[in-house]
């Protein structure tokens, strides 16, 4: 398997426009996580999904951010309007089931820039 | 709500041992897990643990856990500098599904 596949790797853009994030879990993954990496925050679960269903969205920032899981091996995360706060590593990872012993297997992460 | 703790930086020379450590507020977390992220990756798991261990040792890898005190520490034996990279430590809940509650990473330098 080719792992967690994201895309873009890297995004500028500038304050106000629209930004969406990809994200194609690993086959056969029912779990499906969005996460943001900051230098002050750390990293920051933003949402999952359990078999395309959101479960946990009380790490999204505002109303600004969103997320969809229209099917199991395709979610995207989206920003409208950007803002440079905003700007971050935000990775997707996806785990078999939802047991502890599960590994949350990484995504290599898109890094934004918003100007 | 939890808190994980971690010192930000380590600085070793090859060969030689390294420890790094954590801290945990909730006492009800009984998962514990060590990951690596090298520069422009993302994050890989290394090991786990069970709150019910006091140790867990694989390879070049020892996880001590202390309960009473909520620390644990990572332990990379003879260290090289491909180990280089951020070690973060996460918690978990049993009773939940999939929320990872992780430290701010630790910096680990290998010199040669």
């Known amino acids: 398997d080719a792992g967690v596949i994201q895309s873009p790797r890297h995004e500028v853009t500038e304050m106000g426009q629209e930004v969406t994030l990809r994200c194609k879990p690993i086959?056969?993954?029912?779990?499906l996580f969005w996460y943001r990496q900051t230098m002050m925050r750390g990293l920051e679960l933003l949402i999952y999904f359990n078999n395309n269903v959101p479960i946990d969205d009380s790490g999204m920032p505002e109303d600004r951010f969103s997320a969809k899981m229209p099917n199991a091996s395709f979610s995207t995360l989206k920003i409208q309007p950007s803002e440079p706060r905003d700007s971050a590593v935000y990775f997707c990872?996806?785990?078999?089931?939802?047991?502890?012993?599960?590994?949350?297997?990484f995504g290599p992460g898109t890094r934004l820039t918003v100007l | 709500g939890e808190d994980v703790e971690q010192s930000l930086f380590l600085s070793v020379r090859e060969g030689d041992s390294s420890v790094i450590n954590c801290t945990y507020t909730d006492s009800s977390s009984t998962y514990l897990y060590w990951y690596k992220q090298e520069p422009g990756a993302g994050l890989q798991l290394l090991t786990y643990i069970f709150s019910n261990m006091d140790m867990k040792q694989d390879q070049r890898l020892t996880v001590l856990l202390n309960k009473k005190d909520k620390h644990l520490s990572l332990r990379i034996a003879d260290t090289q500098t491909g180990d280089s990279a951020i070690y973060f430590c996460a918690a978990r809940r049993s009773s939940n599904t999939g929320k990872l509650i992780f430290g701010q990473g630790t910096t680990l330098q290998v010199k040669p």
């Open positions: 990872a996806s785990s078999l089931r939802g047991h502890p012993t599960d590994t949350q297997y």
């Open positions: 086959s056969g993954h029912d779990y």
